[in-house]
């Protein structure tokens, strides 16, 4: 399917590691009055980088699937275009036939009925 193993332009590619500095954990005094008043802070774990076997192949995966589903809309797409262009090949025919007899008996008759053609 694919010429080669480089992504199309358009999939954003990874090029460089970004890494997080970890959360420190600062302890403040508090009097004893006003601890009843703070609130206990929730620590977030750091996520990891997509870095796995198995994330990495979902994502090769995803790419192909992407170019795979979009080869066929193409191909969907240009199929009903060219359906419906046979299918109204016919009926334009048909009404620039009409239009053109309307535009020449119109033409004639307003020909034929000016006074400077009756000399």
Not at 41 to 48: G, M, Y
Not at 101 to 110: D, F
């Amino acid at each position: 399917m694919s010429r080669s193993s480089q992504p199309p332009r358009f999939v954003p590619t990874l090029t460089e590691v970004v890494q997080t500095a970890p959360l420190k954990v600062v302890k403040a005094e508090i009097p004893a009055k006003d601890q009843s008043k703070v609130q206990t802070a929730v620590q977030v774990p750091k996520q990891e980088a997509p870095n796995s076997n198995a994330e990495m192949l979902v994502e090769r995966v995803m790419q192909r699937v992407d170019l795979e589903l979009e080869r066929r809309l193409r191909e969907s797409v240009r199929q009903l275009i060219l359906e419906h262009t046979q299918t109204l090949a016919p009926r334009l025919r048909e009404e620039i036939e009409r239009a053109t007899r309307q535009s020449v008996s119109q033409a004639l008759e307003q020909e034929t009925d000016t006074p400077s053609s009756k000399t």
